[in-house]
């Protein structure tokens, strides 16, 4: 049973038992009021609507102007005809102390008659003196079923022939993630402006999702070009994923086989651990959704907590997909101070990503890349959250070898005419993104001088340059003493030895273990 068969399930359980008061948090109005529409006719009942602008409006259209939302309540408490009514954007006036103690009148009262209030908000701003009174329902995003539903109504309004559309399962799905109204508008502008609505207008639709998708801020739609044939080296990793890439099907599911969860890439900047996020979603055929940790945190009290819910409800409903989390210990940066300076909403919204993590059976496969180990918090890092951490290292002489072949065939050149052996050699503590950058400026200087690119322009440029790995050795030694017996190796080798030092380091919470002590 799909999510949004689920919450209708149990919406309806929850008013045919009478409940006074529901929350349903949710910004899909149409789709609230068609469901408890539904409901209401099998129960024989009525249902009617409230907002501050217009008043009560039953379900035939008639308008009572009860602008008061005190006086709505009371009213609503002190009447004895059955039915249900929302209460349009009502989190505006959940922080009057009326209202409160108006509500928990309400939940006080004698379930004699069917008579429930419906609560719609768009974010989870329930009092505390009100949360063990009122249930509280998150409306999923719309499904397959309803995005049918929207395009048939935008065919049949378009005076379009509806039998010489094919509604296919690509076309419906080009625009899951969506909510009812950002649907609707990106089908009625498809008719608008090619006329027709059916697989050739999927281009556009996708490209629609990805403006309102990073309209929101949270998420970004990626289109990836990439594949794991454009990342140097990391055979283990490619092999891994590989064995991995047909297990989202239903007969890998027949087969016993649980659905892949995610990786984590560990590893210095420039190391191909972004690339190789892309490269899974184009691999795999997946939409690919960068999810910027640090974007959630807002500063409306329940802001933050309703973000996180909103983008992995955006990337359950697109699933399958590949939801790319870049850089994350920086975005749980705040985490371990959370209790004293935001009052534990950092550690209430990571805990929301890690039960997510961990519970989650949509093939939503997480990739999230981190450069420095130490500040990621060990609830993140233990089997559960991630099939498998990767340690990516500086590549090896091989795959430096690789990557100068796949930059210089990208630069239109043809790489059997270069001495990649030598270029490997002088190219040792270089990151695939430094190799990418030499290459590309001993293209400019050949350029200047009017003349074709050779080794020697290459070796210059890899003169002028101090890698990475020159800069930070210390900190390369310290994650590569951290990975060894933590993580697996990304390549087939390991890279040749820098200057640095040889200190071990644990992460912070591995700083004191009772278990390792002494008896006293």
């Excluded at 049918?148 to 010489?164: F, G, Y």
């Excluded at 359950?316 to 985490?335: A, F, Q």
């Excluded at 503590?429 to 293209?443: Q, R």
């Excluded at 890279?495 to 071990?504: A, F, H, L, P, R």
Aim: overall charge neutral; glycine content about 6%.
């Amino acid at each position: 049973m799909d999510k949004v068969k689920e919450f209708e399930n149990e919406l309806e359980l929850l008013l045919k038992c009478k409940t006074p008061i529901i929350e349903v948090v949710t910004t899909e109005w149409q789709r609230l009021q068609s469901t408890v529409n539904r409901i209401a006719i099998s129960e024989m009942t009525k249902w009617k609507r409230w907002n501050r602008s217009v008043g009560v409006v039953d379900q035939d259209g008639n308008v009572q102007p009860v602008l008061d939302p005190l006086q709505l309540l009371k009213t609503f408490k002190e009447d004895n005809e059955s039915g249900f009514l929302i209460l349009e954007n009502f989190n505006f006036y959940l922080n009057s102390p009326d209202v409160v103690n108006l509500l928990f009148e309400i939940c006080k009262m004698k379930r004699t008659i069917q008579k429930t209030l419906i609560i719609e908000t768009s974010e989870m701003t329930l009092p505390s003196a009100l949360s063990k009174e009122i249930v509280v329902l998150y409306m999923p995003l719309p499904n397959k079923g309803f995005i049918r539903k929207i395009a048939e109504s935008v065919i049949i309004n378009a005076n379009l022939v509806s039998k010489d559309y094919e509604l296919t399962d690509e076309l419906l799905s080009s625009v899951l993630g969506l909510t009812t109204t950002e649907i609707n508008l990106a089908f009625n502008k498809a008719v608008e402006k090619y006329g027709k609505l059916d697989n050739s207008i999927i281009d556009y639709l996708i490209s629609e999702k990805e403006h309102i998708i990073r309209k929101d801020g949270l998420l970004e739609y990626y289109r990836a070009n990439e594949s794991l044939k454009d990342v140097g080296g990391l055979q283990n990793l490619k092999k891994w994923l590989h064995i991995r890439a047909n297990s989202f099907s239903e007969k890998a599911r027949e087969y016993g086989i649980d659905t892949p969860k995610g990786v984590l890439l560990l590893g210095l900047p420039g190391t191909g651990k972004s690339l190789t996020a892309k490269s899974i979603a184009n691999t795999w055929k997946f939409p690919l959704l960068r999810f910027d940790l640090g974007k959630v945190f807002g500063g409306i009290v329940g802001q933050s907590e309703s973000n996180m819910r909103r983008a992995l409800d955006i990337a359950t409903t697109i699933s399958p997909c590949v939801l790319w989390i870049d850089e994350i210990e920086k975005g749980l940066s705040g985490l371990g101070s959370s209790d004293r300076t935001d009052g534990g909403t950092a550690s209430r919204v990571f805990g929301s990503l890690l039960t997510w993590m961990q519970e989650k059976t949509e093939p939503v496969f997480v990739v999230a890349t981190a450069n420095n180990i130490e500040n990621l918090p060990p609830e993140l890092l233990r089997k559960g959250r991630f099939d498998e951490i990767f340690f990516v290292d500086l590549p090896s002489y091989n795959e430096r070898k690789e990557i100068f072949k796949i930059h210089i065939n990208g630069k239109r050149r043809d790489a059997s005419k270069f001495n990649l052996d030598l270029l490997a050699e002088k190219s040792n503590g270089l990151t695939g993104s430094e190799i990418y950058s030499v290459v590309a400026d001993a293209l400019f200087e050949s350029f200047s001088n009017q003349r074709e690119l050779i080794t020697e322009d290459i070796i210059k440029e890899r003169i002028k340059l101090t890698p990475l790995s020159t800069v930070m050795a210390e900190k390369i030694a310290s994650l590569r003493s951290w990975a060894k017996n933590r993580a697996r190796l990304a390549g087939d080798e390991y890279t040749e030895n820098i200057e640095g030092t040889d200190k071990v380091v644990r992460l912070k919470s591995e700083s004191y273990n009772p278990l390792l002590e002494g008896d006293n």
